[in-house]
């Protein structure tokens, strides 16, 4: 491919310039009216804009950017992650219109966008799976299903991620009313209102498996990301190898997600998530079909460029890594630098960015789309940019970070810096001894002390 359409904005628009600059291939922005001067519209070859500032108008408007694409010749479209990356329409307009989607095809977007169907479809592939029910269609089959499972449980949005259409159901008494605002959010936010039930488990970790495929048959990975530091269902800080996979964990987990794609015919870069309990087992919680927000960690770690690797993968090219050549090298861990400061009762900002110095030396990445004097837009996600940095051990990338985070400087709105910092001196994390309620706790330790 010589021309690609970057269908996103933002910090991971600047990551995909970045790397088809160093592939040699020319990009085309798309912008809504609000982001006429973002990072990403000044640094592509070509910039079109696609609607107002909302993005059902601007991001997600398929007609624009398809339209967009075709009349600056464009041979493939990024999507990114978010917006339109997981939509199999999208991907499928996109085939019909001689266009390459670069990310899996259309029916593995249809099947394992549906949370509950693609559960069913990795159990018979013998990947072990979250106790559940199937999609639940009335307050009958609701109030058998939960008993059944018993309680804590999650009501889950067959289509939803991000946390939302979900909710954590901790007593019969609040079943009916969650299951309704469940569904009520999945319908605003995904257009569809299925939902389905899993049983809540607590305590463990939030483990991911990155994957690779061709299409030729071929699936690798590319280790593990620990995720398990999250609020309202959202990564704050992820790291890359996980304090608590060994190499047996590492090597059972990745055999379950090469197999879960292999069931699938998969292709391009995928992501299994699985939740991990104290005990060494492992649960299959869901496939994401799109490159994620945490995968620097995986880079900086094992040496492979991910994005590249997509639109390699998406041009027809066979998988360039053999599963013994991927081996882990050092540590990486990366903080999630949003427009909001991690405290009780708190929410995304809006602003100006008067002032701002970048850390850097050896092993510190910094991707984002910030620049001094850009304003932060209320109309999109609070995510500012990601500090990454890579040490030869855990405790020397600990270390640095703390060091990186000192050195940030991000003036005009509150951010998630100051939680950063506080997570690094916290024994727990330093430890490796946590899990995914770790965050919820430490605010309900910040408001008594506070």
Known sequence: MRRILVANRGEVAVRIIRACRELGIETIAIYSEADRSALHVIWADQAVCVGPPPSQQSYLNMQNILAAALAHGAEGIHPGYGYLSENALFAEMCAAHGLVFIGPEARHLELLGDKAQAKAVLREA???????????????????????????????????????????????????????????????????????????????????????????????????????????????????????????????????????????????????????DAAGDYYFLEMNTRLQVEHPVTELVYGVDLVQ??????????????????????????????????????HPFSGVVERLLVPGGFGVRWDSHLYQGYAISPFYDALLGKLIVWGQTREEAIRRLARALDELVVEGIETSIPFHRAVLRDQRFTSGCFSTDFVEQWLQESEIVG
Request: charged share 25%; with cysteine.
């Open 126 to 276: 013998g990947v072990p799976v979250i106790p559940g029910s199937g999609v639940i269609r009335d307050h009958r089959e609701l109030s058998e299903a939960a008993d059944e499972l018993g309680y804590p449980l999650v009501i889950k949005s067959c289509a939803g991620g991000g946390g939302r259409g979900m909710r954590l159901v901790k007593e019969p008494g609040e079943l009916l009313s969650s299951f309704a605002a469940a569904r009520a959010e999945a319908l605003a936010f995904f257009g569809c209102d299925r939902c389905y039930l899993e049983k809540w488990l607590t305590p463990v970790r939030h483990i991911e498996i990155q994957l690779l495929a061709d299409h030729y048959g071929r699936v690798v990975h590319v280790g593990e990301r620990e995720c398990s530091l999250q609020r309202r269902q959202q990564k704050l800080l992820e790291e890359c190898p996980s304090p608590v996979v060994d190499a047996g964990l590492r090597a059972r987990l990745g055999a379950a997600a090469v197999r879960a794609a292999k069931a699938v015919n998969y292709r391009n870069a995928g992501t299994v998530e699985f939740l991990v």
């Open 309 to 346: 690797e997509q639109i390699r993968l998406a041009a027809g090219e066979p998988l360039r890594y053999a599963q013994a050549e991927l081996k882990p090298r050092g540590h990486a861990i990366q903080c999630r630098i949003t427009a909001e400061a991690v405290r009780p009762g708190s």
